[in-house]
């Protein structure tokens, strides 16, 4: 119900309801994540083509979680999907650096034109999912984290390499710069979960 919202009122989703509306990625029914999963490209796109680029980050991060969903499918989906976002976002900030070297003779772009804008949004994410462990249970039991470091691999993977596996230079470096700028951050959310930020920036 959520992602059906009109979307200029996406600005004005709420930090529990965007909780709320990335848990869909862990529902049973693998039908249900299936149809989530579409509707959330259409969202990602839509954003795109108004060129709000941190709006379709922030949604895209959510296919971060789809790196724990047992289905193959689901899986293959979604990789296609952060690929396209990643892809087109690339070729979004290279055009606009040559355009404003164009007007301004200079080049450049900002974080929030980049694929890795998502990083942040997608650690929020997982951070505060329901069964993120605790430092302490993760001290006590390192496999409580697993299934979070396979989400958070699931995502930078498609940052850092091509669709067809050769690896992307230029963006292991901001994926650095970004994960660095996240770990002196402090989770402005209520309840706060900086610790646990930092934490999965860290694997």
């Known amino acids: 119900a959520l992602l059906g919202r ?34 959330l ?3 990602i796109r839509h954003f795109q083509v108004l060129q709000h680029s941190p709006r379709a980050a922030k949604y ?12 193959d499918g689901n899986k293959d989906t979604a990789l296609r999907i952060l690929q396209q976002f ?24 900002v974080m929030q ?3 890795e804008f998502m990083l942040p949004y997608a650690l929020h994410l997982l951070a505060h999912h329901p069964d993120f462990p605790t430092p302490q249970e993760a001290e ?13 691999q699931f995502g ?12 992307a230079p230029a963006a292991a470096a901001t994926v650095a710069t970004m994960l660095h700028t ?20 860290e694997l």
């Open 156 to 167: 930078v993977e498609a940052l850092l390499l091509a669709p067809g596996g050769a690896p």
């Open 60 to 71: 895209a991060a959510m296919l971060f979680l789809t790196g724990g969903d047992p289905d």
């Open 86 to 109: 990643v892809s087109s976002s690339r070729k979004a900030a290279a055009a606009a650096a040559a355009a404003t070297a164009a007007q301004r003779g200079e080049g450049g772009t």
């Open 41 to 43: 490209s259409h969202t």
């Open 140 to 152: 006590e039991d390192e496999e409580r984290l697993a299934p979070f470091v396979y989400m958070l």
């Open 182 to 201: 996240v770990r002196r951050a402090v989770d402005a959310s209520q309840p706060p979960l900086t610790d646990n930020i930092r934490m999965l920036s």
């Open 6 to 39: 009109p979307p200029c009122h996406n600005s004005a989703l709420s930090t529990e309801d965007y909780h709320t509306l990335s848990l869909v990625m862990s529902d049973p029914l693998t039908e249900v994540r299936a149809a989530f999963l579409k509707k």
């Open 113 to 115: 034109e980049h694929p």
